[in-house]
């Protein structure tokens, strides 16, 4: 067990000062146990933590590291920005530039506008439905996750029509009343509620392949019934592609896919490692946005100039040197070995994976929604993530979250993590 001393110390440090000593509970370790580890750099695909060590980074800070870590084009286009100011408060041409290319990128986007986080995305994309048709119902998925908006926190429901309960304290049951909650890639439950509720429905909202609750892809069928009930009942259709943007095509998820929602969120990749996020859609509906419309939206760091540059270099080296035909084959090259590893080791298992997004799951039932991705063996996923971090190889510390490949990944490295896992799954199949 390689030594992690000094992470252990800044941790018990940070908690003296921070709740839980992080800033984002994703990074606490609640899930797999142990002290999380304290980061002093990242380069390419790797981050080294306080006591030295080097790990192969299938984080990516949860997404927006598509380019791997201090990519020298963002780099150069962040400092260059700095230089000019951090922060205006006002215009800049940056903030036309990046909207321009996501205008481009993604055919469903007319207009588009910045925020700091996909929270903000998420939560001003739901106030613009409800503004745009003057309705309050909102439809989520169980384990889908659009940030820590109070309407959308709510538990995960069954395939029946459930109205929503607070999961967490602090939100007022009336925050939730309206936001139904339903399974994913359940086109019957999708039905039976546009049957029972479809005229008062403002908007239905999910991850268009989710990354929340561990990588679950969608039906045909599923999307095919979201579009086809959205349009029948005058409800916006709106993708969360916090995760997805950028990062399953460039024009993302809904490019894959060949879907075409009405508004799309976005984060991460967008900012390149920056703090943005944005909403995006038809123009009709993004017009309603103040000062254009009356539905209020405001941010004094949105379209910041340092991150703006920083999503412009990304954005055009993906433009550029689109990287994922390549990325969805060490994706590929990943997924098989992982299954002949777990399949070596007698281990049940099941591997989903979209591009260069992947789950491996501790079960060996399909994983299809929430359900069946709680039916995966928690305990298990947490004796494989520290027999990987221990052989340099850093996932996401929890069943529930997808895990990222990014460019200065090689054949090599996969192999690597092919081998690591082999030798994790043997020994915790033994354990
Ligand atoms: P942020 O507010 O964290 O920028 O974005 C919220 C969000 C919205 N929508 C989707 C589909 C997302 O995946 C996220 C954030 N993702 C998590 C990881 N699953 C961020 C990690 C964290 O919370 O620290």
Redo the contacts with the bound molecule.
């Keep these: 067990m390689p030594d992690r001393s000094r992470s252990a110390a800044a941790f018990a440090r940070a908690r003296n000062v921070i709740p839980g000593g992080v800033n ?4 606490a370790f609640g899930a797999v146990g142990g002290t999380p580890l304290f980061v002093a750099r990242a380069d390419g695909p790797y981050l080294y933590d306080l006591d030295g060590h080097r790990y192969l980074d299938f984080i990516g800070s ?2 927006p590291m598509i380019l791997g870590h201090c990519h020298p084009a963002v780099v150069e286009a962040a400092t260059r920005a700095v230089r000019n100011g951090s922060s205006y408060g006002a215009p800049c041409e940056a903030e036309t530039e990046l909207a321009e290319l996501v205008v481009e990128a993604v055919p469903s986007v007319e207009m588009v506008r910045f925020v700091s ?4 995305a ?1 939560m001003s994309a739901i106030r613009l439905a409800r503004g745009f048709t003057g309705r309050d119902l909102v439809v989520k998925f169980a384990g ?5 908006v109070d309407a959308l926190l709510v538990s995960a429901g069954s395939s029946a029509l459930t109205h929503g309960v607070p999961n967490s304290p602090g939100v007022p049951k009336g925050c939730t009343d309206d936001t139904l909650v339903l399974r994913y890639n359940d086109p019957q439950g999708l039905a039976e509620l546009f049957k029972a509720k479809g005229d008062k429905v403002a908007a239905v909202m999910l ?1 268009p392949v989710v ?2 609750m561990g990588l679950v892809p969608p039906s045909a069928e599923f999307r095919t019934e979201l579009r086809r009930l959205t349009h029948q009942h005058g409800a916006v259709l709106i993708y ?1 592609e ?2 997805t943007g950028f990062r399953l095509a460039y024009g993302g998820a809904q490019e894959l896919l060949g879907d075409t929602p009405d508004v799309t ?1 976005f ?2 990749i967008v900012g390149g490692g920056y703090p943005v ?1 944005a909403f995006g859609g038809r123009a009709d509906i993004m017009k309603k946005v103040m000062p254009a419309g009356p539905v209020f939206q405001a941010g004094t760091l949105s379209g910041n100039p340092v991150a703006m540059a920083a999503g412009v270099a990304t954005l055009k080296e993906l433009k550029a040197n689109p990287p994922y035909r390549r990325l969805d084959e060490l994706g590929a090259m990943l997924e098989a070995g992982l299954r002949a590893a777990a399949t070596a080791a007698g281990v049940p298992h099941r591997v989903n994976r979209v591009g260069s997004m992947w789950t491996l799951f501790f079960t060996g039932t399909p994983v299809t929604d929430l359900d069946t991705a709680k039916s995966s063996d928690a305990q298990r996923f947490g004796r494989f993530f520290w027999g990987m971090m221990d052989r340099g190889v850093y996932l996401p510390c929890s069943q529930f ?1 997808a895990a990222f490949l990014s460019t200065p990944m090689t054949e090599a490295h996969v192999t690597e993590t092919a081998a690591a896992a082999r030798e994790a799954l043997r020994e915790i199949a033994g354990g």
């Design positions: 984002s509970p994703a990074r949860w997404g986080s996909g929270t903000e998420a889908c996750y659009h940030g820590h991850e990354g929340n969360d916090v995760m969120a984060g991460k996020g979250e």
